[in-house]
């Protein structure tokens, strides 16, 4: 099912003369409404004139969130107080937060964004839709709540912090969608599973964003829950979640190209990167009103495609995000993503999904420890087998990171579990 | 005949074996013998307990990682190198320990439990030289 098919299945050339026009007008309109916007461009010695199309983007200035930071709270925003009718902030966890605002306007092409994914991940007006993102100054809560309203399907306002009351509503309303981080849906699949519930819920597709998962626990919670599980991508900086979600085929996520822009560049260079290559992925927001972004630098690394998928979606289709520019860990001079531990992690079957990264500096030398749990089914009596699976998981470890880790398997249900983004690295180290 | 132990894999954290202990009490299941391996971040526990399965699900229950595993229980008697004697022949026959440790002394007797690497044939090699394996349920009047 195609919630939106004009503007989801155009062609190549009609969303680039769309996209086309959309850019010129949000120049123009940034330039007189955003005076960082006109600064900056005065300063490449650009006026608004000089953007004629799409092609063009490449001549606009970067956003980052420092920009954000810089003009905090509402230094960015290209209209009236007045006018903005919802605010929403990052988590913030160095410094302040990042303030975003939207208009009326803003928020209807936010619901619609979020009903076309959820339409991907096969829900519609006949369903259920548990909602356990965070509701509040995040993103998720509201967005993918407006976004289940506007399909017409019954909403279920979570949020987060009551699994119990949770898996319980989910039985007895036999809610049939739910849309959370993919670590909860992992901690609520536990829940079920030792409450023995599995049998007794009646959902088909779970909406996990938020924060970056592995194709293989992906996989694993479909086959754990019996469910179809879509990885739905979104920042509030450029609009909340529903930027873009993957389709029943599973072949990279959809971007809502008519409203958002992307770019994949070399962080290094700054500059466009080939189909397929890795990147960070740069957003332009084309429809926006209360707070128009050009180039926001996301410092999320993921690749682009943009063939026709098997769904006949014509859309740009995002590929599985690998992890974040400034997550990368420096460890004894070796750049280490979370995400490479937890792909690596996946491949052992005898481990849980949870992990726990902890980075150290004994006499000078970096130490990384990264703690697992096995799955109570693999445990043996025997040291010998306890110790030939450290050993394995320390192989697999070295072969991905080129580096080794001591691993520290944990009891089974002690890794903390989380509501909303995991944590996955606790770096002890004292470098500044 | 193979008897059952109740294994526990537990972190080295400080009361983490009293939590077992406490939750085997509440539950009302008597530990007739016991072994910890240890090693610098966790320890294996081993008991052999009046009621084995009901030892696992109330473990289990309170979140332990716990296991059955097939142990041989063996009658030796309490006489200098009779025990030196029997791994002799267990060895000749190509068996490996795993592990063993003793469960208890019963006046000219003494027991022992132990795990071989190939516990089936074991089985069959103590049996053949005249010496009895106990059950769950032999081991339980001690």
Same mark, same amino acid.
């Given at each position: 099912m195609i919630w939106n098919k004009t503007k989801e299945c155009m062609s190549r050339d009609e969303m680039s003369a769309l996209q086309s026009a959309r850019l010129v007008k949000t120049v123009d309109y940034v330039y007189h409404n955003v005076p960082f916007y006109r600064e900056k461009m005065q300063q490449l010695g650009l006026l608004p004139g000089d953007i004629k199309g799409i092609e063009d983007i490449v001549k606009l200035p970067f956003t980052t969130k420092d920009d954000l930071r810089d003009n905090y709270p509402f230094g960015l925003f290209a209209v009236p107080d007045s006018q903005i009718v919802r605010i929403h902030a990052s988590s913030g966890t160095t410094g302040k937060p990042t303030v975003v605002g939207y208009t009326r306007k803003d928020l209807d092409i936010w619901s619609e964004c979020v009903a076309r994914c959820l339409t991907m991940a096969g829900v519609t007006n006949k369903d259920i839709v548990q909602v356990a993102y965070g509701y509040g100054l995040f993103t998720g809560g509201l967005g993918a709540h407006s976004g289940a309203e506007k399909i017409g399907a019954m909403v279920v306002p979570m949020s987060t912090g009551n699994s119990k009351k949770l898996t319980t509503l989910m039985v007895d309303f036999g809610a049939t969608a739910i849309c959370c981080t993919p670590s909860y849906l992992l901690h609520i699949s536990e829940i079920l599973k030792a409450e023995g519930l599995l049998d007794k819920i009646k959902i088909k597709s779970a909406i996990c964003g938020a924060e970056p998962w592995t194709e293989e626990m992906r996989i694993d919670l479909e086959k754990s829950l019996n469910i179809h599980a879509h990885d739905i991508y979104g920042l509030s900086e450029v609009m909340g979640p529903g930027v873009a979600c993957d389709c029943i085929y599973h072949k990279g996520l959809h971007v809502c190209e008519d409203h958002f822009y992307p770019e994949i560049i070399n962080s290094a260079t700054m500059q466009p990167q080939k189909q397929g290559e890795l990147g960070e992925l740069v957003f332009t927001t084309i429809t926006k009103e209360g707070l128009p972004l050009l180039r926001y630098r996301t410092k999320d690394l993921t690749t682009i495609d943009y063939s026709v998928c098997d769904c006949g979606r014509t859309s740009a289709r995002l590929g599985r995000f690998k992890g974040r520019v400034d997550d990368m860990l420096i460890i004894r001079g070796v750049n280490v993503f979370p995400s490479q531990v937890e792909a690596a992690l996946a491949e052992v079957k005898e481990l849980s999904h949870h992990y726990m990264m902890i980075v150290d500096r004994v006499n000078n030398l970096d130490t990384l420890e990264i703690q697992v749990e096995v799955n109570p089914e693999y445990l043996?009596?025997?040291?010998?087998?306890?110790?030939?699976?450290?050993?394995?998981?320390?192989?697999?470890?070295?072969?991905?990171?080129?580096?080794?880790?001591?691993?520290?398997?944990?009891?089974?249900?002690?890794?903390?579990?989380?509501?909303?983004?995991?944590?996955?690295?606790?770096?002890?180290r004292k470098l500044y | 005949m193979l008897a059952k132990q109740l294994s526990v894999f537990i972190e080295n954290r400080q009361g983490r074996l009293g939590e077992v202990l406490e939750v085997l009490k509440k539950n009302d299941v008597n530990i007739l013998s016991l072994s910890l391996a240890d090693t610098t971040e966790y320890g294996l526990l081993r008991l052999? *307990?009046?009621?084995?399965?009901?030892?696992? @699900?109330? #473990? !289990?229950? /309170? &979140?332990?990682?716990?296991?059955?595993?097939?142990?041989?229980?063996?009658?030796?008697?309490?006489? *200098?190198?009779?025990?030196?004697?029997?791994? @002799?022949? #267990? !060895?000749? /026959? &190509?068996?490996n320990i795993e592990y063993m440790y003793g469960l208890s002394i019963d006046g000219e007797e003494a027991s022992v439990v132990l795990k071989a690497s190939d516990n089936e044939n074991a089985c069959k090699i103590i049996s053949d030289i005249g010496i009895d394996t106990l059950s769950n349920e032999q081991i339980k009047n001690f």
């Open positions: 043996t009596d025997e040291i010998r087998g306890i110790e030939k699976l450290t050993a394995k998981i320390g192989h697999v470890i070295n072969q991905a990171l080129g580096l080794n880790a001591k691993i520290k398997i944990v009891e089974p249900m002690t890794l903390k579990r989380s509501e909303g983004k995991a944590v996955h690295v606790i770096d002890n | 052999i *307990v009046n009621q084995p399965e009901q030892g696992k @699900e109330v #473990l !289990a229950k /309170n &979140g332990f990682s716990t296991m059955l595993t097939d142990i041989l229980v063996i009658k030796i008697t309490h006489k *200098v190198g009779s025990l030196q004697k029997f791994l @002799e022949i #267990l !060895a000749s /026959n &190509g068996v």
